[in-house]
């Protein structure tokens, strides 16, 4: 009898470790997969994990593998322990669709004279057949001779082909005598907020600013093939560096639907914040529809173009251009406008973000915009560029609540000539982005791909060491200025979701947000400037998916 019941008792004592190891293992939740790395999840603080779990595309938790392994019965677990792994990058001012239908036209970037530019039309027009010859990126800051070109060369390689070409910041272009004749433009032709640049009375072929809208109304339109090809492309590109999410900085109503579809069919995995284009159409549709967002698209958002470009002399100056007295540039959107649209958006849900270089334009927009939100908090109204501020007027970002939103690789484009353009006064000004962050604390920063290059890679090192490639110029670019490594950091990733009122669901990598990330080879915050500013995505992951 003693027997038997020293092993009963054996026997319930197995049992009940039994029935506890079973409740453990029914007791963890179920999750998809664990990601080993050195994890960084950015926020108010920047916090360093060594794993985390995802389930349902979200994040589920953060820690140590032992403490999570503990919670989580995980179906896999991806392998990155010596890379970084980082929120997906975001880029808070871009033109996603126009990277897309850069890849259709003649890439005109890196040029170093206009006769560069006319010799790669007359190869590309060799090896593609259409209906008009469309090219970018042509910069004459960048030639020799800095003065803008004329369309004679290309009025003799195309005597009876149409062409427009715009300049990298598409904020001017040179088109042929025949596209001229098509758009009906002469020497006695006039726009609001554009130029028609003439050399001895007769027309140079150079278009400021809306005059170039004038060639752009006879172009052939792309079919829905093209749209979806060219944002596909323009989608492949972005993942190579990382990229989770983008703003599309004005897009036509159109193409946004285009951009949906792709997206609800699969193909088209990369999240977008579309600002719509502010026209009078696309205006009272949006505020008749309302604002719209799914999984991966939101449209809440309005894009204003205040002024033109710096290197094109489009942009509105206080006062006159320093190496061109007699221009200070122009407004595009002309004040009775301005203030009509203002007047509207404030009035809705949505979100008004604007197109100013100028510090003549910023301060007009800062004031309109004071004024539109003075009992409307937390609209989070954007001034895109920012590009020239009167010393006065940097306070008033913070007065309003605007957010300045700028992309530094502007910065260091532009500082071989801003000198010439604004003199050594109004330059200390500009591209001020450290004085810009300190208004309200944060700054998104984007890209303005293709106007730059898409890498965020190269955003991050003009931030913080505001030079080129070269380290030109020694100490930097008004490198009082600089952003700091973090803030460089937040800037494209918590910052710029921020931006969008998109920070509770992405760009941070928090419990609860989407399982957006980048795997990298090199730390933002400790390695070497130049190797950060070279390198590409490892691995790219949106909502969980392995998309690069």
């Known amino acids: 009898m003693k027997t038997q019941t020293k092993f009963g008792s054996i026997a319930a004592l197995f049992s009940v470790i039994f029935a506890l190891m079973l409740m453990a293992c029914q007791s963890k939740q179920k999750a998809q997969y664990l990601v080993l790395g050195k994890i960084v999840s950015v926020q108010d603080s920047i916090l360093p994990y060594e794993a985390m779990v995802i389930q349902d595309g979200k994040v589920a938790a953060l820690g140590s593998a032992k403490d999570l392994l503990q919670s989580f019965e995980v179906d896999s677990t991806l392998h990155f322990e010596d890379k970084y792994i980082y929120p997906g990058l975001i880029d808070a001012h871009c033109h996603f669709y126009g990277l897309g239908m850069f890849s259709q036209r003649v890439d005109l970037s890196g040029s170093k004279s206009f006769e560069e530019v006319v010799a790669r039309c007359k190869q590309f027009a060799g090896t593609e057949s259409r209906s008009f010859l469309l090219g970018r990126g042509w910069d004459q800051t960048k030639w020799d001779n800095k003065e803008f070109p004329s369309n004679e060369l290309l009025n003799q390689a195309f005597p009876d082909y149409p062409v427009l070409l715009k300049r990298v910041d598409g904020h001017a272009a040179i088109a042929n005598d025949v596209a001229l004749k098509m758009a009906n433009i002469t020497t006695s032709s006039k726009v609001a907020g554009g130029s028609f640049l003439q050399i001895n009375g007769k027309l140079s072929g150079v278009l400021i600013d809306n005059a170039v809208d004038l060639v752009e109304a006879i172009l052939p339109k792309p079919s829905n093939p093209e749209i979806s090809t060219a944002l596909l492309h323009a989608q492949d590109v972005c993942l190579q560096y990382g990229l989770t999410a983008v703003t599309d900085a004005g897009l036509d109503t159109e193409i946004i639907w285009i951009i949906d579809s792709l997206q609800q069919a699969g193909a088209l995995k990369i999240k977008i914040n579309a600002m719509v284009s502010l026209t009078d159409e696309n205006l009272a549709y949006w505020l008749n529809r309302g604002v719209y967002a799914s999984d991966r698209l939101q449209v809440n958002s309005f894009k204003m173009y205040g002024d033109g470009a710096l290197g094109s002399r489009g942009a509105c100056l206080l006062n006159p251009y320093h190496d061109k007295p007699d221009?200070?540039?122009?407004?595009?959107?002309?004040?009775?406008?301005?203030?009509?649209?203002?007047?509207?958006?404030?009035?809705?849900?949505?979100?008004?973000?604007?197109?100013a270089i100028g510090d003549s334009t910023n301060r007009i927009l800062l004031k309109l915009y004071a004024s539109a939100l003075a009992d409307k908090p937390n609209r989070r109204w954007r001034i895109?560029?920012?590009?020239?501020?009167?010393?006065?007027?940097?306070?008033?970002?913070?007065?309003?609540?605007?957010?300045?939103?700028v992309q530094p690789t502007h910065a260091t484009s532009d500082m071989y000539w801003a000198h010439e353009r604004l003199g050594s006064d109004r330059i200390k000004g500009a591209y001020a982005y450290q004085t810009l962050l300190q208004q309200n604390g944060w700054l998104p920063l984007g890209t303005d791909f293709p106007v730059e290059q898409v890498s965020p890679f190269y955003t991050f090192f003009a931030a913080v060491a505001r030079t080129d490639a070269d380290n030109f110029p020694a100490g930097g670019f008004q490198i009082n200025e600089a952003l700091t490594r973090e803030q460089a950091l937040k800037g494209s990733t918590f910052w710029a979701a921020k931006a969008a009122f998109q920070e509770k669901m992405m760009g941070t990598l928090t419990v609860g947000s989407a399982a957006d990330f980048v795997v990298l080879p090199h730390s933002f915050l400790h390695d070497d400037l130049h190797k950060i500013r070279n390198q590409k995505a490892i691995s790219t992951f949106i909502n969980g998916e392995q998309v690069k």
């Not at 560029?385 to 300045?404: E, R, W, Y």
Request: aromatic content about 10%; cysteine-free; charged content about 20%.
């Open 327 to 355: 221009e200070q540039g122009f407004l595009l959107t002309q004040l009775p406008a301005m203030e009509r649209y203002i007047r509207k958006i404030a009035a809705s849900d949505f979100q008004l973000n604007t197109h």
């Open 384 to 405: 895109e560029h920012a590009q020239v501020i009167n010393p006065s007027d940097f306070g008033l970002f913070k007065a309003g609540a605007v957010v300045p939103s």
